[in-house]
């Protein structure tokens, strides 16, 4: 097995070394280390150092718009995101006040489910449940969160005047408040090693279902495209999950900047998908990186060339689908 700190301390060693050989050096922009985008990233980056030989580091910044400004901005070459994030930056809505036109999605990932949980304790199993009861908001250091918890809210047919708004500024303090019961619910992506460290702080914790029908889905897509309902099963990596539940759901993407060779593109979706089996061995999250289904139409965002070449050679439908 690769261990993920392997990978994540050779991308720091290999960033160290970027000054020295700026020209040959790519990078990939995530949030700050510990996310999942910079973990996945580091994995990513380290098999495309030793098996293809590219010259890819890991480089963190703020969170999601200064990360896309960097691939916008051709200071970065890839990126990792949720769709509904490259959506909303290159049409310069939501979150973003000015269009970043030079993006690009290079492949879809896999699927990231995303929840509410509370303490099992609390006796609620619904995100219905939570009405009149209080729920993370605000979310300055990590804005992309507010249309996630505004879609799950949806799916559990309640807005925002429902609950009672509790500020929070990120992902880890949101569930350390719910922890501590400052905050009655916290918002976290399904096997998040947070979501199992709360769990054993507090004797429990669950998630809470959602409404997964048409009426529902309709309003989760009025806050983001490219949301959608998807199944999760219980497994030991999946606190929280009792039993099998519909969650909203996005895909997680690849990105390129439009500056960034047709070549390089192809050579990197060569080493995610020859390489799948280590990759996957040193992050499992990543054995869902299916050839098949890495070409994915979404609205308002454009493929890079060098994907659909590639896709192309590999004989992968580019027939759109959803």
Known sequence: MKPI?????AGLVAAGLAPAAHAQVQSFSTPPQGSVWNTMASVISGEARGSAGMRLVVQPYGGNAQMMQAVNDALAEFSLNDVNDVITAVTGTGEYPTAMPNLRIVARVNPFPVGLYVKESSGMTAVADLKGRSVPSGWDAFPIARSHVTAILAAGALTWDDVKQVPVPELIRGSDDMASGRVDSAFFAVGGPKVAEVDASVGGVRFLTVDANDATMAKIREVRPAFYF?????????????EPMMFVTWDNVLVAGSHVSDDDVRKLLGVLFDQREAIGEAYPPLLALNLETAFKEYPGVEYHPGA???????????TPHQ
Do not use: C
Request: proline fraction near 7%; avoid cysteine.
């Open 5 to 9: 700190k392997n990978f994540v301390l």
């Open 230 to 242: 998807a199944e999760v099963t219980p497994a030991p990596v999946r606190v929280g999950v009792k």
């Open 308 to 318: 659909v070449a590639f896709f192309e050679e590999r004989g992968v439908s580019l």
